[in-house]
């Protein structure tokens, strides 16, 4: 089993940064892909980032090419998502997900409110 701790959340104004970071349990945290969602109220947990074990690429949503990036650190089991140029649209819980082959692992989220 493996734990997940999201933080790094809270309140920004629209233009504003916020870098969100995830622990993980696992001392074979390398083995995972890493990837971070968001839930917005009234829609559907979307894929905003993907970072792969093995060679740390990465992926985007379109809604946030440009804007976000995700890293991962192996030696502090911690993987993050540097948020520029927020707007109101990004506001939204944002969840870490640990996965290797059919496991699949969840933090409990951070919630991210872009206002002014």
């Known amino acids: 089993q493996v734990q997940l701790v999201e933080s790094g959340g809270g309140l920004v104004q629209p233009g504003g940064s916020l870098r969100l970071s995830c622990v993980a349990s696992?001392?074979?945290?390398?083995?995972?892909?890493m990837r971070w969602y968001r839930q917005a109220p009234g829609k559907e947990r979307e894929l905003v980032a993907t970072i792969t074990s093995t060679f740390g690429s990465a992926n985007y949503a379109d809604s946030v090419k440009g804007r976000f990036t995700i890293s991962r650190d192996n030696a502090r089991n911690t993987v993050y998502l540097q948020m520029n140029s927020l707007t109101p649209e990004d506001t939204a819980v944002y969840y870490c997900?640990?996965?290797?082959?059919?496991?699949?692992?969840w933090g409990q989220g951070t919630q991210v409110t872009v206002s002014s």
């Open positions: 696992e001392s074979t945290f390398s083995s995972y892909a």
């Open positions: 997900n640990a996965q290797r082959g059919g496991l699949r692992y």
